[in-house]
């Protein structure tokens, strides 16, 4: 799939817009985001314009999975960051403001004041949580 001309991630790609590079191999781009978390925090991209994480070339999955890591060590030796947090977002309602796949890794601190948090809920028993399972697997299935 080529880059999209209204991506600002391909525009970053393109060398249209600047980055702060930390990683680059023939699949995946990483820099500093421009918006941190926390100082070092990184968002990988792949080199192609891929919109969703369902439907992202198995390829390009694999080399953003295989560097998140080593960019989470690297970021915490750099920053002396005490952990990190790799993640995604997918879709516009789950965060997602640049429809071009991408992960973030974030150095994590104690005192960072970071909350990645959410509510949670509860089903109403046993036979509600396995019927959503059936319905779920029956759709892996297909």
Do not use: W
């Amino acid at each position: 799939m080529p880059l999209a001309d209204d991506c600002v991630f391909c525009r970053i790609l393109k060398g249209e817009i600047p980055c702060t590079k930390i990683y680059e191999d023939d699949m995946v781009l990483a820099f500093l985001d421009i918006a941190p978390f926390n100082p070092g925090h990184t968002v990988i991209v792949p080199k192609e314009h891929q919109h969703s994480s369902t439907a992202i070339d198995p390829e390009y999955l694999k080399a953003i999975i295989t560097v998140a890591p080593k960019i989470g060590a690297a970021l915490m030796r750099a920053t002396g960051a005490e952990g990190f947090n790799i993640f995604q977002n997918n879709g516009r309602v789950a965060g997602q403001t640049v429809p071009h796949v991408h992960f973030h890794v974030l150095p994590r601190f104690a005192d960072d004041d970071v909350q990645i948090t959410a509510s949670t809920k509860k089903y109403g028993d046993f036979a509600e949580m396995n019927a959503l399972a059936d319905k779920v697997k029956a759709v892996l299935n297909k």
